[in-house]
């Protein structure tokens, strides 16, 4: 029964993908280096054809769910960027940044850095699309911080490779999403790691990961751990490393056949899972308002993945949120996060048999990440509600990291997504890791004054 249904999941997603390849958002750029608010962005004014066929929604959250990243905090006087990465084997990835907030007059330079990074299935509209009052990427921008927005391989704005198109034959396909998160730890975030410190000339930064974002920030600092010096400190939203202990029925079902999951892809051609299409943000737009007679439906399958806490997620927004997520992701993605919920291991790809594991590392299993190599400080936010991201298997991840602190969310009912779209997100947690920040940022600019004074008194006195 399982497998059929998986089945009928992945004939649905080929199904859908010439349907995305006509629909998707492809905006192309000149420079790899662009303001938002150049003559040859996508522009957020309505034409006069969008105007007559406006969907009873508030204006605002119309438009909001026609911009690009770049464009939604642009569109509320903020200097913004986008920025291209590319990484070594090929990917383009875009980099969205904030370079100041109106509400402060300030340059670019001497800056502290927030680098943040979405989850599955997301990209970097998550830290903004909630509006100036609940977003990550607004607060901090509000508090003085050079904020820059990841997107790994794969969703909506790093949907290019150099060589390979995600649309075209399926050798090509079948190149371009032969990745999962592990990629996106080893290559992706060191790329864009380098390319912000590189503009920015400042030495390290603050990393803000949700979800997927932590995995790979794991991955990156376990396999590569010259990282850590890059980082000051390193805060995780409902972290993702072991998944044993989830309760998301989602992930239960596909647990059952990781390995069926995997090969049906693989035969079916389905690589990608999930794109982000204009039927999801039509769908938002006229089904998922607020004033609809089944918002709870759409809810509904939102809080059957993550977890339930609608009085803390506003309705009113659904059409800006499914218009930006689903952001697309490669179905390898998805096996690995189900590998790690059914080995109850924080492990590399598992190949499918133990010849094949053999032949890729040597082993029949495959090699475990070495969490003792996270040196950088680490900060675990999780919460009682989150179902993907169970209490359970955060303990079990702070346990093995060496320079970890946990930092259990008070409210019972705060989910998985309501770490980056809850209404009441920013004063239980934006608020206090800034405050976290500033703190860090002081008592660093104390020991190097303290140092310095030691120094001259070593030296002259």
């Given at each position: 029964m399982y497998n059929n249904i998986l089945t009928c999941a992945l004939i649905l997603c080929v199904w859908l993908q010439p349907l995305h390849a006509a629909t998707k958002r492809q905006a192309t750029y000149g420079s790899p280096?662009?303001?938002?608010?150049?003559?040859?962005?996508?522009?957020?004014?309505?034409?006069?054809?969008?105007?007559?066929?406006?969907?009873?929604?508030?204006?605002?959250?119309?438009?909001?769910?026609?911009?690009?990243?770049?464009?939604?905090?642009?569109?509320?006087?903020?200097?913004?960027?986008?920025?291209?990465?590319?990484?070594?084997?090929?990917?383009?990835?875009?980099?969205?940044?904030?370079?100041?907030?109106?509400?402060?007059?300030?340059?670019?330079?001497?800056?502290?850095?927030?680098?943040?990074?979405?989850?599955?299935?997301?990209?970097?509209?998550?830290?903004?699309?909630?509006?100036?009052?609940?977003?990550?990427?607004?607060?901090?921008?509000?508090?003085?911080?050079?904020?820059?927005?990841?997107?790994?391989?794969?969703?909506?704005?790093?949907?290019?490779?150099?060589l390979y198109d995600p649309d075209g034959s399926r050798s090509d396909r079948e190149k371009f999403w032969s990745f999962s998160w592990h990629e996106i730890g080893m290559v992706d975030l060191p790329s864009m790691i380098d390319y912000v410190l590189n503009a920015t000339a400042q030495p390290n930064m603050f990393y803000i990961g949700h979800s997927q974002g932590t995995t790979a920030y794991f991955v990156m600092c376990s396999?590569?751990?010259?990282?850590?010096?890059?980082?000051?400190?390193?805060?995780?939203?409902?972290?993702?490393?072991?998944?044993?202990?989830?309760?998301?029925?989602?992930?239960?079902?596909?647990?059952?056949?990781?390995?069926?999951?995997?090969?049906?892809?693989?035969?079916?051609?389905?690589?990608?899972?999930?794109?982000?299409?204009?039927?999801?943000?039509?769908?938002?737009?006229?089904?998922?308002?607020?004033?609809?007679?089944?918002?709870?439906?759409?809810?509904?399958?939102?809080?059957?993945?993550?977890?339930?806490?609608?009085?803390?997620?506003?309705?009113?927004?659904?059409?800006?949120?499914?218009?930006?997520?689903?952001?697309?992701?490669?179905?390898?993605q998805l096996v690995h996060f189900v590998q790690e919920a059914q080995s109850g291991r924080f492990c590399q790809f598992d190949m499918g048999t133990p010849q094949d594991n053999m032949q890729k590392y040597g082993n029949p299993t495959p090699p475990e990440y070495n969490l003792a190599n996270v040196r950088s400080r680490v900060i675990l936010h999780y919460s009682d509600n989150d179902w993907l991201s169970s209490p359970i298997d955060v303990r079990r991840l702070h346990k093995n990291l060496p320079n970890a602190e946990m930092n259990h969310i008070p409210d019972e009912k705060f989910e998985h997504m309501d770490f980056v779209w809850g209404i009441g997100a920013r004063s239980v947690l934006y608020e206090p890791i800034i405050a976290s920040m500033k703190l860090f940022d002081k008592l660093v600019g104390m020991q190097t004054i303290a140092k310095n004074l030691v120094n001259y008194q070593q030296n002259y006195l």
């Open positions: 280096v662009q303001a938002a608010g150049s003559p040859n962005s996508p522009s957020f004014t309505l034409t006069n054809e969008q105007q007559a066929s406006l969907p009873p929604i508030p204006l605002d959250i119309y438009q909001d769910s026609l911009l690009p990243t770049p464009l939604l905090p642009f569109k509320h006087g903020y200097v913004t960027e986008i920025h291209r990465v590319v990484t070594p084997d090929g990917y383009i990835l875009e980099v969205h940044r904030i370079v100041s907030s109106p509400l402060r007059r300030s340059s670019k330079a001497l800056k502290p850095v927030a680098f943040l990074q979405h989850g599955f299935l997301d990209s970097s509209a998550t830290w903004v699309m909630s509006g100036q009052e609940h977003g990550l990427g607004y607060a901090l921008a509000d508090e003085g911080y050079d904020v820059w927005m990841g997107n790994g391989r794969g969703n909506v704005y790093s949907r290019k490779h150099i396999e590569r751990p010259e990282y850590n010096a890059k980082i000051k400190m390193m805060h995780a939203l409902a972290p993702v490393a072991y998944m044993n202990h989830a309760v998301s029925p989602v992930v239960r079902l596909a647990e059952l056949v990781p390995t069926a999951l995997q090969r049906v892809a693989e035969m079916l051609g389905a690589y990608e899972i999930l794109p982000s299409m204009d039927l999801f943000k039509l769908l938002g737009q006229q089904l998922c308002r607020d004033t609809s007679p089944i918002i709870a439906i759409c809810e509904s399958v939102l809080f059957l993945i993550t977890g339930f806490n609608e009085r803390n997620l506003n309705a009113t927004l659904f059409p800006v949120y499914l218009s930006h997520t689903p952001a697309g992701a490669s179905t390898y």
